[in-house]
């Protein structure tokens, strides 16, 4: 059974900054390429970041290119956005998702198999 089980979310000021943690259990963790998504209230789901399997490759909505950085440590099975210069726009649940092995960097939601449950990112002004 694959399980993604994000943490790190909160509150923060803008201009701050959170990491947020993504960790699977139930896959071969450095076969599958990775992604996080967010969903804002009354918004439809967006894509945010993607990674692909070997993590060598990445990838970003231009919302957040150059201040958010996704990563992933095979070792510990889990998948990290480092958000930086937050902005009140950026408030939103955040979802991590699997896609299927040895994919690419996608930002397509489609592509995406699996997800966790969600944490809540706020950014005050």
């Known amino acids: 059974q694959v399980q993604l089980v994000e943490s790190g979310g909160g509150s923060v000021q803008a201009g701050g900054s959170l990491r947020l943690s993504c960790r699977v259990s139930?896959?071969?963790?450095?076969?599958?390429?990775m992604g996080w998504f967010r969903q804002a209230p009354g918004k439809e789901r967006e894509s945010v970041a993607g990674?692909?399997?070997?993590?060598?490759?990445?990838n970003y909505s231009n919302s957040v290119k150059g201040r958010f950085t996704i990563s992933k440590d095979n070792a510990k099975k889990t998948v990290y956005l480092q958000m930086n210069s937050l902005k009140p726009e950026d408030t939103a649940v955040y979802y991590c998702?699997?896609?299927?092995?040895?994919?690419?960097?996608?930002?397509?939601?489609?592509?995406?198999?699996?997800w966790g449950q969600g944490t809540q990112v706020t950014v005050s002004s």
């Open positions: 998702a699997l896609s299927g092995p040895f994919g690419g960097a996608t930002l397509s939601q489609g592509q995406y198999n699996y």
């Open positions: 139930g896959r071969t963790f450095s076969n599958y390429p």
């Open positions: 990674i692909n399997w070997a993590g060598t490759i990445t």
